[in-house]
């Protein structure tokens, strides 16, 4: 099939594809056959819709009544009127006296993306290394971690007194710079290349990390992040990761059987 013209770049043949593929409903994938698409070891996802199919933030705002004022303030991040710190901390304020329990509520209620357990499954029979760097919130991938055996979770850390929210945010704010940042600290820490990780994310604050890492995946994104990745899954679930880093469905199916063998073990 011919996609157009002399094609002198990836870059340009990439996206064409991408163009062919929100065409036609498909995925592809376009990788130089190095070592490393072979020896890839640490896995990084942001949490919301991403890892998870919701905005955690947006589920407490919700619950708590005050869903159009962090609808406001998202607004305005998106205008470049607030950066992410100054955004993430203005609608952490407006969950000053929530309940800790809505929290958990939120948390243990979250619904996984498609191919979340199959990946992370697949991915901990192989030897990867996983982990969380997200803009949202410590608790909730702290659950996560705890759900799937994700070896690392690095996310905003919410003040709770006395089983109450103060609406402050304890530590540095995991912004997109702090996630690029993060992945190369855990590459250093197991001893890796940054060209063997794989980072995986849907927004802009994203973009930086997937820059970053190895591979860089733009799971179901924003237009802005699927042209600007490396890579792109827009039409399957988060498991379809598994092709890009070369195992077939018998791969796939042996390490599955393999684990549940374990588990009745």
Excluded: C, W
């Excluded at 929290?103 to 996984?112: D, G, K, M, R, Y």
């Excluded at 039409?235 to 199916?253: E, S, T």
């Amino acid at each position: 099939m011919r996609l157009g013209g002399e094609l002198q770049h990836s870059e340009t043949f990439q996206a064409e594809l991408l163009t062919v593929a929100n065409a036609i409903g498909f995925d592809f994938s376009l990788q130089r056959d190095t070592v490393f698409r072979r020896n890839r070891r640490l896995v990084a996802f942001d949490m919301d819709s991403t890892l998870i199919a919701v905005e955690v933030m947006d589920e407490l705002a919700k619950r708590y009544g005050v869903g159009a004022q962090v609808v406001e303030i998202t607004a305005a991040a998106m205008a470049g009127q607030l950066d992410f710190q100054q955004s993430f901390r203005r609608r952490a304020a407006l969950l000053r006296g929530m309940p800790e329990k809505t929290l958990h509520e939120v948390a243990t209620s979250v619904t996984l993306s498609s191919g979340a357990h199959r990946l992370i499954r697949a991915l901990k029979h192989f030897g990867y290394r996983t982990a969380v760097l997200s803009g949202g919130f410590q608790y909730v991938g702290e659950h996560l971690q705890q759900e799937l055996g994700i070896d690392y979770v690095f996310a905003n850390r919410l003040e709770v007194v006395d089983g109450v929210m103060t609406g402050e945010v304890v530590g540095e704010i995991v912004d997109a710079q702090r996630k690029a940042d993060l992945l190369l600290t855990l590459a250093q820490r197991e001893g890796i290349s940054l060209q063997q990780t794989i980072a995986v994310g849907d927004g802009a604050n994203d973009l930086p990390m997937l820059q970053r890492a190895g591979l860089g995946v733009a799971f179901h994104a924003k237009s802005i992040v699927r042209e600007s990745a490396s890579h792109s899954i827009s039409n399957f679930g988060l498991d379809a990761i598994l092709y890009l880093i070369g195992f077939n469905d018998l791969d796939v199916a042996q390490a599955l059987a393999s684990t549940q063998e374990l588990g009745a073990g």
